[in-house]
């Protein structure tokens, strides 16, 4: 990267204090010439504001005194009405201004009336306009009517009304005048607001009287978009004004003021276009930037003859410290200066004294560096070969260690299995014996049930042979029956012998025998229902019979049946007591394996323990000789570091005893 020159920044430098300073004072300047002047310009307008308004002031108060006094003399209302005309005349002739003149009483009628105007035009006094005006001179106040522009004439016309009082101030009467206003369009356009100014009058609602352009004011054109006039409308009273930069009556920037007349309620404006307001600024900043430019061309005159005054000894310092760096020690270095940079110049030969001693130092220190480094380097090669000796016994002995670490490790691993399986015992031994009290519980409480079962089949037995025997009674029963029904068959028969033999001698007797017949034949009727009866029971026997045979049949059955359940019960029963002998037994053997086995279990604990503890002493020498082999690679790698530190530091020795060679130091 290209480097600036030092001339040429302080230059630049002061160059820019110089702008910056007189930039600022330009502006300071301008921003109080611009004050200035504006107040100046608000002077101007307002003493041309002032004066036209006083002017129209003045003119309308003259008008109104002139009608006070004619009020006033020779008691106007006291005289006939011709002699009033003629004063009213000579007024009229007295001051062109004024178009017509009337006279009216208290009670407001028309006295007498002198005009210009032709007698079929009564002008702006109508009794509309007067009725407005007496309200107003009613209460002792004279009365200006707002700005009329006369539709023939095209000129600006105002009434004027003026009270009429006795000696103790009571209205006695109203003089109106109807006063012709181009005195003040003549006034405002021959105004002078420098060469692009201009004036024009304005009354209280914005409206526009007086304009150098009179057809704007026949047009009664309103002005309130200009900030001006909506000012003075909005506050009329309003004395104190001040200068505004607006938008002007001709739609251009000006800068604008105004003068409120109060009586009336108008106000005379005056505008200046912003480019001939600020023309004297213009020329005084044109004026100003010929200046500074000068001054710029100046100051830079100054800033270089200065920056090479500056320069001059730092140059020659900076050309003695670059025959300084090409190891010339004895240049002498001249100093010209009384300020900073000849002290600057006296401590870099201070320096460069201190530096040629510092040369000579090391030129002995590197000497002494060189025959030491030469002695490190034969006893670091020693101590890399040591190291490297120690390196290879305790990679022997580690990888010792290690091997000795698998096989504790695989006898670890080998007890941890066999501790899982007997673990493994111990819980089948537990269930087997949990599983055998269950059997033993089982088998007691079926032994208990098979005793209920032998007491159930007893009674079973007993009850089936009680059936036995119930049905034996029952057959005899039976028979007995039967042989009733037999007995029962045979009287039937005998008696239906004996109904017949009955009916027979009924049938002999005749007449007689007639009821004796009926008796018969009830009795033979009896005689077949007992005969239905005893053959109805007797298939009834035969079944009972029957059934009672196979009951018998099936109950014997039944009665073999329990038997042979009673002696498999029986069977069944020492079964069970064989079966809960072998199972105390069982019980007995489980519990013994399982004392062997938690015997088993504590020798088991004690072996892993031991196993662990070798384990863990084995892993520590490994460790212990993983450590001792990692410091004697690390003593090995300083060693080697130390060998090529000082092998290196015996070059930087040589290099350094040349490189001091090259400075050409002088004695001291």
Known sequence: MK?????TTLTIAFLSVCVIVMFMNGVINIYYSMMSNREVVFNEQQLLASYAANEVK???????????SIGNVNNLLTVDSEEQRQLLGKLLGLDSSFRQISLLDVDNRELARVSRLSKLSRGQLTEENEKEAIEVTDGGNSYISKVYVDEASFEPIIIVAVPMKNSIGDKTGTIFAEINLKFMWDLIGALEVGKGGTAYVVDSEGALIAFEDGGRVIKGEKLLEIEEVSSFVQNREREDTKIQYSKGILGNNVLSSYVPLNRPDWAVFVEVPVLEAAKPIIESLAISIIAMLFSLVLALIISILISKRITRPIIELKDAAKIISKGKLDTEIRNSSNNEIGELA?????????????IMNAKQVSKVILERSS?????????????????SAMNHISRGADDQAREAEKTSEQTNILSGEIDMAVSKAIEVE????????????????????????????????LFIENTKRLSGSL?????????????????????LNARIEAARAGEAGRGFIVIVNEIS?????????????????????????VSKSTSEQAVEIVEEQMQTVLLTQSAFDE????MENAISHITGLNETINNIDMFKQQSISSVMAINSITQETAASCEEVCAASLEQKEIADEVKAFASSLYDMGEELVETIGTFKTKEV
């Open 375 to 391: 002695t490190v380097k034969e006893s670091a090669e020693q101590s890399a070969v040591s190291s490297e000796a120690v390196v």
């Open 479 to 499: 028979e007995k029956i039967r042989g009733i029904a037999v007995a029962i068959s045979q009287i039937t028969n005998k008696t239906k012998t004996l109904s």
């Open 3 to 7: 480097q600036k020159k030092l001339g």
């Open 58 to 68: 003045s003119f309308i108060h003259q008008k109104s005194i002139m009608l006070e």
């Open 434 to 465: 949990k599983i055998t009290e269950h059997t033993k519980d089982l088998s007691v409480k079926s032994k208990d049930t098979v005793e209920l079962l032998i007491q159930r089949a007893q009674e079973t037995d007993r009850i089936t042979r």
């Open 346 to 358: 006296e401590a870099f030969s201070q320096m460069v004294s201190n530096f040629n001693i510092l």
């Open 525 to 549: 009727n009896l005689a077949d229902q007992s005969g239905d009866a005893a053959k109805m029971i007797d298939p009834i026997l035969k079944e009972i019979q029957f059934q009672t045979e």
């Open 579 to 582: 079966i809960i002998q072998s």
